[in-house]
């Protein structure tokens, strides 16, 4: 039995801590706040509830896996989960509505020519079809395996080239995912717009980000988007009972600063004057915030540090029931995708038009009652850094997110009793892609330090909750049984 102590109760670190307590380890996690869940946050008023993290869940696979691994009862017995449906609702700046199933990728294609006429969906396919290249010389890799030691197989891209005729034979490689949609699907607007919302949502820049990102949609429109009653808060519960039931044991308000060393090598942590000893010692708090906070001294700073964009979130506690037939995700895209862009990444400033994911869930555990409804909006902003010296007035900015909102024909103005403005406060952690030199991969599990271990959004296999899930259960294999 190995003593192991947990930087963190974030979902990475309880999932962590779940399979590691169940392989007959000794566990103790140290959280800074009072509670657990980190980027599954909670905000609760007036009988109303907010995500205020993802709120939505794909590859449900790696928490049914953590489930099975860390108990016996499955996931679906410890959260109420269902798929969405339609997995979601995408307005355009002409007025094109778009309404995309879940979990079907010739239901998409369907869709996609009923709103933009025939052979749009053939065309998105056969991007979808080297997109699935992409997700199998990947998967393993990059989502179920530690990084390899050598990475630079992963280098390089491993997006087909699509069959090229004539002069387009002379043009270059498809770098990136700005290059897939103009040379694979036209340049059509509304087409575009969907291929660069995915890597947007990621803080990704369609004009950096490979070509392979195109992995992002493919996954969700093969393996569909879900839900959990109570919303992903409701995840993190599950997988804190499990950790309570495993014999975890949680310190709150807890702020670690030191990771203790003896001959070179992690020993412990401490957390103010207390001092917790341990054979290892993971953490869910990212490398870049140990070395910048001198947690671990003589840690590169650079060593996992985030990404360049951020995430704004208004609460609106509405008035009035949720009308029949509401999509739970609605995608209003932005006026003009190439501004949008410069606004975010070139230029930093709020975006004026910008694509707003609009979350309306169907969940009665959210709400007062039937007669009011909880809704989300997310608009992926500058780096939060950057934004702090532009000192931006986030009110006025939310108050024009909603007349965006009602020009797209989603008027909510008249119905909001409060709302809460989350400006961003962390870079956004992308997903590890391969391709382009390397640039997209995220740091590996070990930290370089004998002794410590990283699991998380902003280290392989990189930024979004299943990934986050899948970091913890490849940490423990490592580790392994006590």
């Known amino acids: 039995m190995a003593r192991i102590v947990i930087i963190g109760a974030g979902i990475s670190g309880l999932a962590a801590a779940a399979r590691l307590a169940t392989l007959g380890h000794r566990v103790t996690v140290c959280e800074a706040s009072g509670t657990y869940g980190g980027m599954l946050g909670r905000y609760e008023r007036d009988s109303f509830a907010f995500d205020t993290g993802p709120g ?25 989960l269902a798929p969405l449906s339609p997995e979601s609702r995408h307005v355009f700046p002409d007025g094109t509505d778009l309404l995309l199933p ?108 490979p070509a392979g990102a195109s992995v992002l949609p493919y996954m969700e429109q093969s393996f569909g988007v879900w839900y959990v009653t109570g919303g992903n808060r409701a995840l993190a519960e599950a997988v804190y009972r499990r950790c309570e039931q495993r014999g975890v044991e949680f310190h709150f308000d807890t702020r670690v600063t030191e990771v203790l060393m003896a001959g070179g090598r992690a020993c412990g942590v401490a957390a103010g004057e207390r001092r917790f000893e341990a054979d290892l010692v993971l953490s869910a708090v990212d490398a870049a915030t140990l070395a ?28 009035g029931a949720r009308p029949a037939g509401t999509a739970y995700r609605t995608v209003v895209h932005a006026r003009d995708s190439q501004r949008e862009l410069d606004q975010v990444f070139e230029h930093p400033d709020l975006p004026e038009y910008p694509t707003v994911q609009v ?76 391709g382009l030199g390397g640039r997209f991969l995220n740091p590996p599990n070990e930290s370089g330090i004998p002794g410590l271990l990283l699991v998380g959004a902003t280290v392989h296999p990189g930024g979004g909750l299943a990934r986050a899930g899948m970091s913890a259960s490849i940490a423990a294999t490592g580790i392994g049984p006590a």
Do not use: C
């Not at 939505?56 to 109420?80: F, H």
């Not at 671990?296 to 995430?311: C, E, H, N, Q």
């Open 359 to 434: 979350h309306r869930p169907d969940d009665a555990t959210l709400r007062p009652d039937d007669a009011h409804e909880a809704a989300t909006l997310t608009v992926t902003v500058p780096d939060p850094d950057e934004l702090a010296d532009l000192a931006p007035d986030f009110e006025a900015y939310a108050d024009h997110l909603l007349d965006h909102l009602a020009t797209a024909g989603i008027d909510l103005r008249e119905r909001v009793l409060w709302r809460e403005v989350l400006p961003p406060s962390a870079a956004l952690a992308h997903p590890s892609l391969a």
């Open 56 to 80: 939505l869940l794909t590859l449900p696979a790696v928490y049914r896996d953590l489930a099975l691994k860390s108990g016996r009862d499955p996931l679906e017995q410890l959260v109420e």
């Open 292 to 319: 910048r906070r001198g947690i671990v001294p003589g840690l590169d700073p650079k060593f996992g540090a985030g990404g360049s964009t951020g995430r704004l979130t208004v609460l609106l506690a509405l008035r």
């Open 102 to 209: 879940n979990a079907s990728r010739g239901g998409v294609a369907q869709a996609l020519d009923a709103a933009f006429g025939p052979g749009s969906g053939e065309r998105w396919g056969e991007v979808m079809i080297r997109a699935r290249a992409v997700w199998e010389a990947t998967r393993r890799p990059l989502l179920e395996e530690p990084l390899p030691a050598d990475p630079r197989p992963l280098h390089t891209d491993p997006y087909p080239a699509p069959p090229r005729r004539g002069l387009a034979r002379l043009s270059h490689r498809t770098k990136t995912l700005s290059d897939v949609a103009e040379r694979e699907l036209g340049g059509h607007p509304g087409l575009t717009a969907l291929l660069y919302e995915y890597a947007l949502r990621f803080g990704l820049s369609p004009e950096d980000a």
